[in-house]
């Protein structure tokens, strides 16, 4: 299947500093990409969709001034963790998709925030 | 979107088959059935899809009765590297974004 995947896989980072955790589709074009976030022994949760070229619509509770989501081309999508908090901490999995084709996962984040 | 439910562990041995059921109740016409696997700190895997009856891959097997409000996912005789996390996930068509993810069953494969 198609490949997705995600820079860094783990990060550690101080209370208050951003965080950018990099996504791409490596062959083929996604136009849309989603964002996931999980917590320990809990399931994935939506975090935003994106679309190439627009911005990115976010679910109910994630706040999208602290994470920024970007996706300026059809293979790359960015997500910015911003001030990050220990709170924050978890794995980060990125999924992409191209029209009418299969979703794939990428390999996910892990973002320790001390 | 509708909701599903899965057991929430299961234990088996290596080489038995495992069947996981997931119930779908609210399953639209539209809607398509997709299993996924999880390893720890990994992303998922996509393992199976099917709209009814029965579809069979290398994999695994799934069934869909008529009624479509639950599918069972057959693992044939399974290895200790099975031993994951199963989210059954319900899309519209059959290339749906896949939105919601339930809690997921964890299978635990002993030797």
């Known amino acids: 299947g198609a490949v997705v995947s995600q820079h860094p896989s783990r990060v550690i980072c101080k209370s208050g500093t951003s965080v950018k955790i990099e996504c791409r589709s490596l062959?083929?074009?996604?136009?849309?990409m989603f964002w996931y976030r999980q917590f320990p022994k809990q399931s994935l949760m939506l975090m935003a969709t994106?679309?190439?070229?627009?911005?990115?619509?976010?679910e109910q509770g994630v706040e999208k001034d602290k994470f920024l989501i970007n996706h300026a081309s059809l293979t790359l999508s960015t997500l910015t963790v911003t001030s990050a908090h220990p709170e924050d901490s978890s794995f980060y999995i990125c999924s992409a998709r191209e029209v009418g084709g299969e979703q794939f996962f990428g390999p996910g984040t892990r973002l320790t925030v001390l | 979107l509708a909701k599903t439910t899965q057991p929430i562990s299961m234990d088996s041995y290596e080489g038995q088959e495992v069947n996981i059921t997931c119930s779908h109740n609210n399953i639209a016409t539209n809607d398509y059935i997709t299993w996924y696997q999880q390893f720890p700190s990994q992303g998922p895997r996509f393992i199976i899809q099917?709209?009814?009856t029965k579809v069979t891959n290398e994999v695994a097997s799934l069934f869909i009765p008529a009624d479509r409000k639950s599918s069972t996912l057959s693992l044939p005789r399974v290895s200790l590297s099975d031993t994951a996390v199963y989210y059954c996930l319900v899309r519209f068509g059959n290339a749906g974004n896949m939105l919601t993810f339930g809690g997921g069953t964890r299978l635990m494969v002993k030797p």
């Open positions: 062959d083929f074009q996604a136009t849309t």
């Open positions: 099917g709209y009814k």
């Open positions: 994106s679309n190439e070229g627009s911005k990115a619509t976010y």
